[in-house]
């Protein structure tokens, strides 16, 4: 299977500042990559999906982009809000639709 | 929107005994869902696929005989832990694919389970 890699220490980072969040994975490209949000002892909540045959996606104050080549995703968070802190977790779809292979999850601390 | 309904949000057990999760998808209809566990600090690890009407499909190193998964309906997949050890103790998430409406193809999870063994 994919190892899914994202940054394990937590990104803190002032309000209205941008956030980077990296996933790396290191074999097959999957036909699409997801992010989550999850807040602590709640399930994940969908984001955004990005397909291999996209660079970028965007939804409000997030960014999405895809480099098939570098088997990376990165994932913003522009005019960051403390109401955006939590993890952000990357999903890679697997053999079949809705079965995901999920990263560790990078905890993001937006302070006022 | 499509939401997917865990319930219950909580549950203690005694070791040997076994407890009963339920995950529903309240307006829109699923012939598969996925049940997933995730530790403190640690990634959702998949455990199954729950198809409606065959059987469940385990991943590798998940005993199907402990983690017993029925798809009763369109609308019901329910994940049974038995004879519970404390080493079960997790958070079990399920999630269920809703194809259309107009965000796309999206995959709701459900709120989670936290199960501690004790």
Known sequence: SQKIEQNSEALNIQEGKTATLTCNYTNYSPAYLQWYRQDPGRGPVFLLLIRENEKEKRKERLKVTFDTTLKQSLFHITASQPADSATYLCALATDSWGKLQFGAGTQVVVTP | ?118
């Open chain 2, 1 to 118: 929107g499509a939401v997917v309904s865990q319930h219950p949000s909580w549950v203690i057990c005694k070791s040997g005994t076994s407890v009963k999760i339920e995950c529903r998808s309240l307006d829109f209809q699923a012939t598969t869902m996925f049940w997933y566990r995730q530790f403190p600090k640690q990634s959702l690890m998949l455990m199954a696929t729950s198809n409606e009407g065959s059987k469940a499909t385990y991943e590798q190193g998940v005993e199907k005989d402990k983690f017993l998964i029925n798809h009763a309906s369109l609308t019901l997949s329910t994940l049974t832990v038995t004879s519970a050890h404390p080493e079960d103790s997790s958070f079990y998430i399920c999630s269920a694919p809703f194809a259309g409406g107009t965000s796309g193809n999206t995959i709701y999870f459900g709120e989670g389970s936290w199960l501690t063994v004790v």
